[in-house]
T-cell receptor
């Protein structure tokens, strides 16, 4: 079955630690996205990538980093510079060739908690 | 910048009753509008989208939405809800043009269907 997988489902971060969230898709999509979801605030875009080896900052990129070395994979690192990382993180992908109106498909999410 | 406002944070309703979830967006020359649904601890799933043409858009699970340009609204409706419709619903907008992939989401509306 085609889809987007995110791992782990739950992740715990200690003070000063960097953690990496995994996102893999087998939909053959060019574009991938990372969102942060906080209660009552909807989803906010962290980073997005339209093609391999290229990515752009979203609205709240500070304290986060990404890489896009393979079409299928778009890992997100939450660095120690992110002072309030507790949130639900969602990865999404889209075909990437039909413009801004194309549908984004979402993974099941990773919940990050700070110890 | 694009903004999306969902006017109700929570909507309780009884089973088989009609429901309307309200969404307003900031005006733009062109706009693409989306409704997504999120079941507890899951990713988002597209319900429907408005790109152009007919202002009444039909989606999955019996939902529909009406684009109203003069009122800058895109309200979601269902004539008869089921218990299984209990979820959080997000309205999202894209201004078109070259802002590739940058969806702006509303704050979300939690729909609770009571027996």
């Amino acid at each position: 079955d085609g889809g987007i997988t995110q791992s782990p489902k739950y992740l715990f971060r200690k003070e000063g630690q960097n953690v990496t969230l995994s996102c893999e898709q087998n939909l053959n999509h060019d574009a991938m996205y990372w969102y942060r979801q906080d209660p009552g605030q909807g989803l906010r875009l962290i980073y997005y990538s339209q093609i391999v080896n290229d990515f752009q900052k979203g609205d709240i990129a500070e304290g986060y980093s990404v890489s896009r070395e393979k079409k299928e994979s778009f890992p997100l690192t939450v660095t120690s510079a992110q002072k309030n990382p507790t949130a639900f993180y969602l990865c999404a992908s889209s075909i990437g060739s039909r413009g801004p109106q194309e549908t984004q498909y979402f993974g099941p999410g990773t919940r990050l908690l700070v110890l | 910048a694009q903004s999306v406002t969902q006017l109700d944070s929570q909507v309780p309703v009884f089973e088989e009753a009609p429901v309307e979830l309200r969404c307003n967006y900031s005006s733009s020359v062109s706009v693409y509008l989306f409704w997504y649904v999120q079941y507890p601890n899951q990713g988002l799933q597209l319900l429907l989208k408005y790109l152009s043409g007919s202002t009444l858009v039909k989606g999955i699970n019996g939902f529909e939405a009406e684009f109203n340009k003069s009122q800058t609204s895109f309200h979601l409706r269902k004539p008869s809800v089921h218990i299984s419709d209990t979820a959080e619903y997000f309205c999202a907008a894209h201004p078109g043009g070259t802002s590739y992939g940058k969806l702006t989401f509303g704050q979300g509306t939690i729909l609770t269907v009571h027996p």
